[in-house]
């Protein structure tokens, strides 16, 4: 297949007219009609759209319009910035800016409307096909340009490792504002698959909708996973052959739960700027327990993608790589096309991905170096701990004292709390708790028994609910003003009311 070819919905009719393009809970529409409705959409808003050649920005919700308008821009090989559907109209408005975008809205009849036309225009190059801004916790996101050609040898490196086909079914599960949701559907158009959009409001109901759907292939963050687990009796449709699960780590304990009830789990690791996944688990893994004397690892390359790790960081080379960052006059990419991602990372024996954590959440405590997820990976390997947060906390002695929140099993939450029907994002900073002192104990002899004394927490707490951005992924800087906030709170108290005897949870042992 040709790369004009490959995200062509035109000509993705012409070889499979009659196939199910997409599929709705009520509604199912082949590739002739879908075309025939993108190209009504089309001729309506011509007028508008070719009005400059700017990009063109529009709210990336999971309307069937907005949907439309999608394979229209891809048709029509127009530079897109999808604008996330959570974000305030304010930081939409100024993302648009940034890109030099026209931002426009579909109606549900496919009449465009112009929003807001950005003051200074940006034309970008003839190649590229989207820019798309980073789901970073901190500071302005940075605007990643992706190239058609990138995106294309993403999609095509994907379905070659999971032995994708026409027959696929993928659960539009994530929305197209992030990298992970748009490759879903430009794999489903790489491979004139069906599309299957994820529209029931509630874990219950879209546990529902896999199995009447027949659902084949899902790509989801731990969040979602989660969710789904938590559903007394739920199991995967038999049709499902296929759980990519990326967008932040994963629980060892998760995924061998997972695993454990049928559910056929790919780890997989990927950005932005990788246009999406870079490595992947093989098929024959999807349901073998993980190997608890073995780092969970996020699978090997795939095919196109070179990996390294120089000086502990995870540099990167191939042909699914962004372009550069709009508006930054630096190089993205270094003179020999090594992208450098700042993620801490190993490779194994067999050359697995092991992703460490990100350089920018490495805590500095005593001038010494602790990275988060080598204490979550002690920490989730202990009794009724189901997934575990690790930060670096201010301390005017230390620098950063090491903070462990850690999420528990359903039989050691609290009477009355639960996981089920969590709102999509935490808007509130997550309420801690103390551990129950054999737990605290529990932990603290694990950590000392299998960490350098300064790399053990100094803190711990539990949470029933992780904060999570408008991505899904964990809000840790929520986390970390939890903590703070929770010490200062405690610390005052202590302040009034000292010597209770109780057993402190910020242990006075010192950081050697």
Request: glycine share 8%; hydrophobic share 40%.
């Amino acid at each position: 297949m040709t790369g004009s070819a490959q995200f062509s919905l035109k000509i993705a009719t012409r070889e499979r007219p009659q196939a199910t393009a997409l599929l709705t809970r009520d509604r199912s529409i082949s590739y002739a009609d879908w075309f025939r409705l993108v190209t009504g959409f089309r001729a309506r808003g011509k007028a508008l759209f070719w009005s400059g050649i700017e990009p063109i920005a529009f709210v990336a919700d999971q309307r069937l319009a907005t949907l439309g308008l999608l394979y229209w821009l891809l048709e029509d090989q127009r530079a897109f910035v999808p604008l996330h559907p959570a974000w305030h109209e304010a930081e939409q408005r100024a993302l648009v800016e940034r890109c030099g975008a026209l931002w426009l809205r579909i109606e549900d009849d496919g009449e465009l409307v112009e929003l807001h036309r950005a003051q200074s225009r940006r034309v970008l190059a003839p190649s590229t096909a989207c820019v798309l801004a980073t789901s970073g916790s901190t500071g302005l996101p940075k605007l990643v340009e992706l190239a058609r050609t990138a995106l294309e040898q993403a999609s095509l490196a994907t379905v070659a490792r999971l032995g994708g086909s026409p027959e696929d079914r993928w659960l539009w599960s994530l929305g197209a504002a992030h990298i992970g949701g748009l490759s879903i559907v430009l794999r489903c158009l790489t491979l004139r698959s069906t599309l299957v959009l994820a529209d029931a409001p509630s874990p219950v109901e879209q546990l529902a909708q896999l199995h009447a759907q027949r659902v084949s292939v899902l790509s989801l963050v731990p969040t979602q996973l989660t969710r789904w687990l938590a559903i007394e009796g739920a199991s995967p449709p038999p049709s499902l052959r296929a759980v990519l699960l990326g967008g932040m780590r994963g629980s060892r304990s998760l995924v061998r739960r997972a695993r454990a009830g049928g559910w056929p789990i790919l780890t997989t690791f990927g950005m932005t700027e990788t246009c999406a996944a870079l490595t992947l688990q093989p098929l024959s893994e999807a349901l073998r327990p993980p190997d608890d004397h073995r780092p969970l690892d996020a699978g090997l390359p795939l095919d196109g993608v070179e990996l390294r790790i120089v000086e502990g960081e995870l540099q990167i080379r191939g042909q699914a790589l962004l372009t550069r960052y709009l508006g930054e006059p630096r190089a993205a990419l270094d003179p020999a096309g090594w992208f450098p991602t700042g993620d801490l990372a190993e490779l194994d024996d067999q050359g697995r991905l092991i992703p460490v954590g990100r350089r920018l959440d490495r805590i500095v405590t005593g001038g010494e170096n602790v990275a988060p997820s080598e204490v979550e990976r002690v920490l989730e390997r202990q009794p009724h701990v189901e997934e575990a947060c690790v930060v670096g906390v201010s301390d005017p002695e230390w620098g950063e004292r090491v903070a462990a929140v850690v999420r528990l099993t359903c039989s050691t939450r609290a009477p009355g709390s639960s996981r089920r029907n969590q709102p999509q994002r935490v808007a509130l900073l997550p309420t801690l708790c103390e551990l129950d002192p054999q737990l605290y104990a529990q932990l603290e002899a694990a950590c000392l028994a299998q960490l350098a004394r300064f790399k053990r927490p100094r803190h711990y707490f539990h949470c029933t609910q992780w904060p999570l951005q408008p991505s899904g992924k964990l809000d840790r800087q929520a986390i970390i003003a939890a903590v703070q906030a929770t010490i200062a709170a405690r610390t005052q108290e202590a302040s009034l009311d000292a010597g209770t005897g109780a057993r402190p949870q910020s242990s006075p042992i010192p950081n050697t």
